[in-house]
């Protein structure tokens, strides 16, 4: 699958700034993916996607699942966002988990170490989890 021609693709983060998503936003800025913000936890993206006129394509959350309530963070996020796509990322490899993403309408889950670019691409072509 080609991943170099995801220009003009927008994306928000929302994660905890960890070197990990550093290296993965630089990678993706270098690939030509515009980054509209970073934010360091879902309230704050939240709040920033609300002075966005126009949604970006895509939000990649890096998902803490010692916060005992993100999950209720996440259906907020995706109740007053019904149509953004969204990139779960994280290390924890958990059936149970990814069912309960999917089931809050997440398009992708995507693993620590994954291609993440190959997972953009898929998502913003049609392609599902």
Known sequence: METKNINRITTAFINDKSPVM???????????????????N??????????LKTLPNI???DLDFFDKGIMKQLWELRSQYPTLKL???SDMDDEKVINK???LGFSK?????NDMKKAIYGVVNGGQR
């Open 22 to 40: 550093d290296l993965m936003h630089d990678d993706l800025v270098a690939s030509g993916v515009d980054v509209v913000f970073r934010s360091d």
């Open 42 to 51: 879902i309230v704050d993206g939240n709040n920033q996607l609300s002075l």
């Open 59 to 61: 939000c990649i959350i």
């Open 87 to 89: 990139i779960a990322h």
């Open 101 to 103: 993403l999917s089931g």
């Open 109 to 113: 889950y995507v693993l620590i170490g």
